[in-house]
C-alpha cells in the first residue's frame, strides 16, 4: 500500500514535467472545500476582536478562502467561538451549530472557548465548549495572536485535504447514522442540564 | 467634579428633623476617604429617599451605584472575668463568651447632586436575616437608575426589593433558583473532576 501510495506519488511528479495534471476526485473535491470555508460572523468576547483584525488587511484570511463571514449559520462552514461562553450562551452557540450545513468545523479560540480560562472558578461560565459541540482545532492563548487563529486555520485547512470520502476512516458527515446536530443544553436551576455531551466530550483521564 | 463633602452627623440630624420617627444610624468609615455612610431603616426609606432627593440644598437627584452585600453570621468570642463562688470563697474565673450575630443582606446606593455638585452621599439598607426575611424597600420609584442594579442585587444576592416596578433576573436565567454572590453559595460539582483531579494528583 504504501509502496502504491509512492509509486503514484512519483507517476503525477513525473507526468506534471509532461504538462500533464492528474489528480483524485477525492484531492480535487477537498481542495475546493479547504480553499472556501465560510466563517459565520459571529464572536463572543476579546477573542472576537482578534478574529476581527485576522480579516482586515494586516492578516487578511482572505488569502485563505475565508474572507466571506456569513451572517447566517446556513451559509457558514465554519464556527470559530471566540471567546468566553457564559452558561447563558452556550444553548445559543450549540443551535448555531446546529443550524450549519454538513460539512461543518469548529475552531475554540482562546482560553475561555477551550476551558473557561480565567474564569473557569466562576458560577456562570462553561468551561469548555467541547463540552457541548465537536471542536477541529483548540487555539490556546488569552487572546491568541491573529497568526496563531491562522495557523489554526491551515490546521483546519491540512485536516480538511486529509479527509477521506469513502472507508471507515471518512468523517462524521460522511456517515450516515451519525449525528449532525447536537442536543441543546437547557436551563436548569443550578447550571446547565445536561453537563455535557458525553459522545462529542472526551476529557483527558488522569492516570494513577 | 468637585465635590463638597457633606457632614454625617448634619445630615442625621436634617433626615430625623424632616421624617418623624424614623432611625438613622452612622456607619463610620476609618479609612482616609471618610465616606460615612447612613443606615436607614425599612419602614421609613422611602420618605428619607424622597427627603434627600428634593430637599433643596441637598438636591442629591443622581443615585450612581447599588450594591448588593452579604453578610455572614459572626461569631465574637471574648474572655469575660466572671466572680464566681468556689468553695465558699469568691473568685475570678475566667469564661469565654460566644455572641452569634446573626447575619443580613445589604443594599448600598451611592448618591450624589449634579445640580448642587456634591456627593457621595452613602445610604445603606439591611434585610432582616440573610434565609427568609431578605425584604427591604425599593428605592427605584425615587431613582430610576436604581432599577437595573436592584434587579441585579435581587439576581446575585437575594435582596427583595419591596416595590420594584419589574423585580426579575436581570444576568441569570430566569429557570435558576441559586444567589451565587452570596459568601455560602456552592458552585454545582458538575463537570470539574479531570480538573480536580489533577489538581489532587499535585501535577
Known amino acids: ?208 | 467634579m468637585a465635590e463638597q463633602t457633606i457632614n454625617t452627623e448634619g445630615l442625621k440630624a436634617a433626615i430625623e428633623a424632616a421624617v418623624p420617627g424614623c432611625r438613622v444610624e452612622i456607619l463610620p468609615n476609618g479609612s482616609p476617604s471618610e465616606q460615612h455612610s447612613l443606615i436607614l431603616d425599612n419602614e421609613h426609606a422611602i420618605a428619607v429617599a424622597r427627603f434627600l432627593r428634593d430637599d433643596p440644598k441637598l438636591r442629591l437627584d443622581f443615585c450612581s451605584d447599588v450594591a448588593g452585600v452579604d453578610w455572614l453570621d459572626f461569631e465574637v468570642t471574648e474572655k469575660v472575668k466572671v466572680k464566681k463562688l468556689i468553695d465558699g470563697v469568691e473568685t475570678e474565673v475566667e469564661e469565654t463568651k460566644k455572641t452569634v450575630t446573626p447575619g443580613y443582606l445589604e443594599a448600598v446606593y451611592h448618591l450624589f447632586s449634579m445640580e448642587k455638585k456634591h456627593g457621595p452621599v452613602v445610604v445603606r439598607l439591611r434585610t432582616a436575616n440573610r434565609t427568609d426575611q431578605t425584604r427591604v424597600p425599593s428605592l427605584t420609584p425615587m431613582w430610576r437608575s436604581a432599577e437595573y442594579q436592584e434587579r441585579e442585587a435581587f439576581d446575585l444576592f437575594g435582596i427583595v426589593f419591596e416595590g420594584h416596578p419589574d423585580l426579575r433576573r436581570i444576568l441569570m436565567w430566569d429557570e435558576f433558583t441559586d444567589y451565587p454572590m452570596r459568601k455560602d453559595y456552592v458552585p454545582p460539582a458538575d463537570d470539574d473532576e479531570p480538573v480536580a483531579a489533577i489538581r489532587e494528583s499535585g501535577q
Not at chain 1, 46 to 74: K, N, Q
Open chain 1, 1 to 208: 500500500m504504501e509502496q502504491n501510495k509512492k509509486s503514484v506519488e512519483e507517476l503525477k511528479t513525473e507526468l506534471s514535467k509532461h504538462g500533464v495534471f492528474t489528480t483524485t476526485f477525492e484531492e480535487l473535491y477537498n481542495w475546493g472545500r479547504k480553499n472556501s470555508v465560510w466563517p459565520l460572523t459571529f464572536g463572543l468576547a476579546c477573542c472576537a476582536i482578534e478574529m476581527i483584525a485576522t480579516t482586515m488587511a494586516r492578516y487578511d484570511l482572505a488569502r485563505f478562502g475565508a474572507e466571506v463571514f456569513r451572517a447566517s449559520p446556513r451559509q457558514a462552514d465554519l464556527i470559530i467561538v471566540s471567546g468566553t461562553v457564559t452558561k447563558k450562551m452556550a444553548p445559543q452557540v450549540v443551535r448555531l451549530y446546529n443550524q450549519m450545513p454538513e460539512p461543518k468545523y469548529v475552531i475554540a479560540m482562546g482560553a475561555c472557548a477551550i476551558s473557561g480560562g480565567p474564569f473557569r472558578d466562576g458560577y456562570n461560565v462553561l468551561k469548555g465548549i467541547d463540552r457541548y459541540i465537536p471542536v477541529d482545532v483548540h487555539i490556546p492563548g488569552c487572546p491568541p495572536r491573529p497568526e496563531a487563529l491562522i495557523d489554526a486555520f491551515m490546521t483546519l485547512q491540512k485536516k480538511i485535504s486529509e479527509q477521506q470520502l469513502t472507508g471507515e476512516e471518512r468523517p462524521r458527515h460522511l456517515k450516515v447514522d451519525l449525528p449532525s446536530e447536537f442536543p441543546v443544553p437547557e436551563y436548569g436551576e443550578h447550571g446547565l442540564e445536561p453537563t455535557e455531551n458525553a459522545e462529542v466530550w472526551n476529557p483527558l483521564k488522569v492516570l494513577q
